[in-house]
């Protein structure tokens, strides 16, 4: 195997897995059914359409896939309870109002988070947050720069994943 074919293989294997296996079709023929089976050149053309489309979205910065997985690369990671979660009209974002463990930094305890506008897809981020209000989970916070020169950053929700019920976090 070449280098450059070794290059490809993890490429071609996400390829694969995200065409599945050769289809099969039920053909009807009077009273008796019979399964079909996708043609092998068919189904590797489908995975080559897999791969194009993976190995562009790889390659394009402005890709929101490569996007997404560098801010999540990039995010602080921190165990938090999920409070409230609140619609921002002004800003068309949700709000997480988080329990934290109480620190130097914040002695209160208590931060907020905001997710991407809902015209960008932050609308499903919020959904989740809401989903579990009442629970302990792991946040994912990138720091977002304004972009309207004030200096100002922005605590964006990531991600947040579920890691039980809530509970007081010891001092």
Known sequence: ??????DLQPLVIAAINATGPRK???VEDGDEVTLV?????????????NAR???????DDQSPVVKAVGRLSEAVKYV???VEVKKEKSSNRAIVTLETKPSKKNPEGSETVRTDRFDDGGRPMASKARS???RRVLVFKYME????????DFRILVDIKDLGEAREFDE
């Open 145 to 152: 720069s304004a972009t309207d020169g004030s200096g100002r």
């Open 132 to 134: 579990l209000i009442g």
């Open 80 to 82: 938090a309870n999920v």
């Open 1 to 6: 195997m070449s280098e450059a074919t070794a």
């Open 37 to 49: 089976e996708e043609t092998e050149e068919n189904w590797v053309g489908r995975v080559g359409e």
């Open 53 to 59: 489309l993976i190995y562009s979205l790889i390659n």
């Open 24 to 26: 099969v079709e039920e």
